[in-house]
C-alpha cells in the first residue's frame, strides 16, 4: 500500500501567490514524521520542513508551513508569496520508527511552476 | 548544517562495464547512509540502506550483485553498477544520517548513462 499519497497534477502559481500542496499519509505507527523536500531541476534534495507526530503545533520555516491534520492523516505544505525560484518538484516523505534505520518513504511529487 | 557530497555528479560509460559512485559525509559521521535511484520525472525510490560496517540491506526487487553499496567507513559510502546497461542510466542519489539523527542529508546526486 502506498505510504504517501499527492496526487495534484502540475500546478501554475503566480508569483507572490500563495500555494498549497496535498500530501497524505498512511501508517498505524504512532510515532512517525513526515518531511517536506523540494528539488529544482539540479536534481539535489533540499529540505524544507518537518513535522514530527507528536508536535502540537504546525510547524513553519519561513515562507513554508505544514498544516498538519492528524486525525485526516495529511501534511499539506503551504508556501506563502511565492517566488520565481520556487519552480521545482516537492516530494512529501515520511519516517516511521517501525521502518527500520528510519527510512524515508516519498511521494511522487508535485511540479509547481511561478509564472511572473 | 550537514553536507553530503557525491563523486562523480555524472557520469557516462559504456555498456558491460562497472562504475563506482561515492557518497561522503563531510561534517558527521554517517551511521546510516541511503542509495536511492530516480528515474525522470518519478519519486526516488530506495535501493538499499547500509550501516557502517555492516553488509547492506537492499530492497525488494534490488539486485544485489548487480548494485553492490559499501559503506567500510563513517564517511563513506559506495555504490558500483556492475555491467552497466542502457536501463541502468538514471539518477542516483544518496542521504546520510548520523546516529540519533531521524534526519537524513542528501548528497546532490550522480546522473549515469549508459551508451
Known amino acids: 500500500a502506498q505510504k504517501i499519497t499527492q496526487t495534484q497534477p502540475g500546478m501554475f502559481v503566480q508569483e507572490k501567490e500563495a500555494v498549497t500542496l496535498d500530501c497524505t499519509y498512511d501508517?498505524?505507527?504512532?510515532?512517525?514524521?513526515l518531511f517536506w523536500y523540494k528539488q529544482p531541476s539540479s536534481g539535489e534534495m533540499i529540505f524544507l520542513i518537518y513535522q514530527g507526530s507528536y508536535d502540537q503545533q504546525n510547524a513553519t520555516e519561513g515562507r513554508y508551513s505544514l498544516n498538519f491534520q492528524k486525525a485526516r492523516k495529511s501534511a499539506n505544505l503551504v508556501i506563502s508569496a511565492s517566488q520565481l525560484g520556487d519552480s521545482a518538484m516537492y516530494f512529501c516523505a515520511m519516517r516511521e520508527a517501525s521502518y527500520g534505520n528510519n527510512r524515508l518513504a516519498f511521494g511522487k511529487g508535485n511540479q509547481v511552476v511561478v509564472i511572473p | 548544517g550537514a553536507v553530503v557530497s557525491q563523486h562523480p555528479s555524472w557520469v557516462i560509460c559504456k555498456s558491460g562495464t562497472s562504475v563506482k559512485i561515492e557518497c561522503r559525509s563531510l561534517d558527521f559521521q554517517a551511521t546510516t547512509m541511503f542509495w536511492y535511484r530516480q528515474f525522470p520525472k518519478q519519486s526516488l525510490m530506495l535501493m538499499a540502506t547500509?550501516?557502517?560496517?555492516?553488509?547492506?540491506?537492499?530492497e525488494q526487487g534490488v539486485e544485489k550483485d548487480k548494485f553492490l553499496i559499501n559503506h567500510a567507513s563513517l564517511t563513506l559510502s559506495t555504490l558500483t553498477v556492475t555491467s552497466a546497461h542502457p536501463e541502468d542510466s538514471s539518477f542516483y542519489i544518496c542521504?546520510?544520517?548520523?546516529?540519533?539523527?531521524?534526519?537524513?542529508?542528501f548528497g546532490p546526486g550522480t546522473r549515469l548513462t549508459v551508451t
Open positions: 547500509s550501516n557502517e560496517g555492516s553488509k547492506a540491506t537492499y
Open positions: 542521504s546520510a544520517r548520523s546516529q540519533g539523527d531521524y534526519e537524513q542529508y
Open positions: 501508517t498505524s505507527d504512532p510515532s512517525y514524521g
